[in-house]
């Protein structure tokens, strides 16, 4: 069956202290995987999506890893408007629709 | 740029009654979605819909129903209220359809409570 965890739960950070955001997954065949910022109050925003292990995409502050067992969301010196839950997302080839299955998020705080 | 609109933002409604969730998309994509969030269990997937007249069902679909009324609309019903169907509700749409990549962009959200 698919699943898809995240750890940590919370994170607090500094501001300007680096850390990176666990993501696993077990599924048949990986189709994509997502990650997606989540503000309070609002709904989830894409950020990116990797295809095959060893695959890279950065944004600003942000840069994602794939491997075959898992992904990271990597936070370079972060920044209070960091703070979010960023939330991963996969696809698995052998589903029969655009299903995508959701982890449970990691919770991040920012702390000037 | 409107991208994905959902109607109400917040209700809350007394068990037994029934009501339904608008959500429609500006971006003339084929396939849309309803969520439920909860804490601690991330997005469930309730309805699916691949296409215009097409619906099925996700993980956890008892107690809700769907219509895809048009290309751009795609609305949830709940015919009789539960406590447990208090929740977060999402509403997101992609372009893809029958397996293609799927980047998923969200509404804002209902804030149901069910009491």
């Known amino acids: 069956e698919d699943q898809v965890t995240q750890s940590p739960e919370a994170l607090r950070l500094q501001e300007g202290e680096s850390s990176s955001l666990n993501c696993s997954y077990t599924v048949s065949g990986l189709r994509g995987l997502f990650w997606y910022r989540q503000d309070p109050g609002k709904g989830p925003e894409f950020l990116f999506t990797l295809y095959s292990a060893g695959e890279e995409k950065e944004k600003e502050r942000l840069k994602a890893t794939l491997t075959k067992k898992e992904s990271f969301l990597h936070i370079t010196a972060p920044k209070p408007e960091d703070s979010a839950t960023y939330l991963c997302?996969?696809?698995?080839?052998?589903?029969?629709?655009?299903?995508?299955?959701f982890g449970p998020g990691t919770s991040l705080s920012v702390i000037p | 740029n409107a991208g994905v609109t959902q109607t109400p933002k917040f209700q809350v409604l007394k068990t037994g009654q029934s009501m339904t969730l608008q959500c429609a998309q500006d971006m003339n994509h084929n396939s849309m979605y309803w969520y439920r969030q909860d804490p601690g269990m991330g997005l469930r997937l309730i309805y699916y819909s691949a296409s215009e007249g097409t619906t099925d069902k996700g993980e956890v679909p008892n107690g809700y129903n769907v219509s895809r009324l048009n290309k751009r609309e795609f609305s949830l019903r709940l015919e009789s209220a539960a406590p447990s169907q208090t929740s977060v509700y999402f509403c997101a749409s992609s372009e893809a359809s029958g397996g293609g990549k799927n980047i998923q962009y969200f509404g804002a959200g209902t804030r149901l409570s069910v009491l």
């Open positions: 997302a996969v696809q698995d080839m052998k589903t029969s629709y655009d299903k995508v299955i």
